[in-house]
């Protein structure tokens, strides 16, 4: 499956931004989703994972109660939308698609999407 992320862009602090990842050559509705992150100098981290039928999600302590996972499978697409947005959200977001159901190390998934950059200004 072929992903392109989509949506980042430049926000002040407390802002909103909805990323969206959009998925083609496959059906996305067999995969669990993830987005992650990196930051310049710091390691790739997880932000949020969805599993294939949308009813159990994950969200990394640092995003619970400001970022949401969600996917539309009639749609193909996946997003997280990301509100009170702080600076040190300020990174590189990547989708990916797994095949593994509890996925949630980088390395369970197989299919990446190419970045969308996210800046938030303080």
């Known amino acids: 499956v072929q992903l392109q992320a989509f949506g980042g862009g430049l926000v002040q602090a407390g802002g909103s931004l909805r990323l969206s990842c959009a998925a083609s050559g496959r059906t996305l509705s067999g995969y669990s989703v993830g987005w992650f992150r990196q930051a310049p100098g710091k390691e790739r981290e997880l932000v949020a994972v969805i599993r294939w039928n949308g009813g159990i999600t994950y969200h990394a302590d640092s995003v619970k109660g400001r970022f949401t996972i969600s996917r539309d499978n009639a749609k193909n697409t996946a997003y997280l939308q990301m509100n009170s947005l702080k600076p040190e959200d300020t990174a590189v977001y990547y989708c990916?698609?797994?095949?593994?159901?509890?996925?949630?190390?980088?390395?369970?998934?197989?299919?990446w999407g190419q970045g969308t950059q996210v800046t938030v200004s303080s």
């Open positions: 990916a698609a797994s095949g593994t159901f509890y996925a949630r190390a980088h390395t369970d998934f197989g299919s």
